[in-house]
T-cell receptor, first 117, second 115 residues
Framework: NAGVTQTPKFRVLKTGQSMTLLCAQDMNHEYMYWYRQDPGMGLRLIHYSVGEGTTAKGEVPDGYNVSRLKKQNFLLGLESAAPSQTSVYFC????????????????FGPGTRLTVL | AQTVTQSQPEMSVQEAETVTLSCTYDTSENNYYLFWYKQPPSRQMILVIRQEAYKQQNATENRFSVNFQKAAKSFSLKISDSQLGDTAMYFCAFIHGGSQGNLIFGKGTKLSVKP
């Protein structure tokens, strides 16, 4: 079991470039999330997905798009990178939320450090 | 809006001693969960312990335990017999049913365990 994996681990972009971050999980989790972590801050939710083919906005969605074409993968796209998007990006997954009556524990990937010059 | 506050940006403890990290939160919900995550220098976010709000008994996981005070909206983490490998950032996090899975994180406490 690899858990949650993220590709790439590091990336440097120039302003205006685009890129896609890939998250994969092998735990058959329904829910997947993308967070960003800025210095001195906790994680903040960008987008999330409650199942294959579904996505929704989180707390800080502007400048990002996501897709969940397969249950095990969740992609985060930056169409036109800006220096304000320099951050560490974390993907997470969980079996369900507590709406389904189950305890929700989110399991995190190792993170991607993105620098936008 | 739900908030999570960690009032101690940095703490240090001697190896083998006990340390307590503080966390308070604000919510009007009754159905929620609280978590402590550890982030070592490797950057990986690792679940340390979780607490269901409906449970009165405090959660424990080996050397880690919590003091959950629901009325005071307080959720502190106690680390006993501190080890060098406990050196990390510790984040308190909260989630409730209306958030659709949005974990709300505090800003973290940087814990250093000294030999």
């Amino acid at each position: 079991n690899a858990g949650v994996t993220q590709t790439p681990k590091f990336r440097v972009l120039k302003t205006g470039q685009s890129m896609t971050l890939l998250c994969a999980q092998d735990m058959n989790h329904e829910y997947m999330y993308w967070y960003r972590q800025d210095p001195g801050m906790g994680l903040r939710l960008i987008h999330y997905s409650v199942g294959e083919g579904t996505t929704a906005k989180g707390e800080v969605p502007d400048g990002y798009n996501v897709s969940r074409l397969k249950k095990q993968n969740f992609l985060l796209g930056l169409e036109s990178a800006a220096p304000s998007q320099t951050s560490v990006y974390f993907c997470a997954s969980s079996y369900s939320t507590i709406w389904a009556g189950r305890t929700d524990t989110q399991y995190f990937g190792p993170g991607t450090r993105l620098t936008v010059l | 809006a739900q908030t999570v506050t960690q009032s101690q940006p940095e703490m240090s403890v001697q190896e083998a001693e006990t340390v307590t990290l503080s966390c308070t939160y604000d919510t009007s919900e009754n159905n929620y969960y609280l978590f402590w995550y550890k982030q070592p220098p490797s950057r990986q976010m690792i679940l340390v312990i979780r607490q269901e709000a409906y449970k009165q008994q405090n959660a424990t996981e080996n050397r880690f335990s919590v003091n959950f005070q629901k009325a005071a909206k307080s959720f502190s983490l106690k680390i006993s017999d501190s080890q060098l490998g406990d050196t990390a950032m510790y984040f308190c996090a909260f989630i409730h049913g209306g958030s659709q899975g949005n974990l709300i994180f505090g800003k973290g406490t940087k814990l250093s365990v000294k030999p």
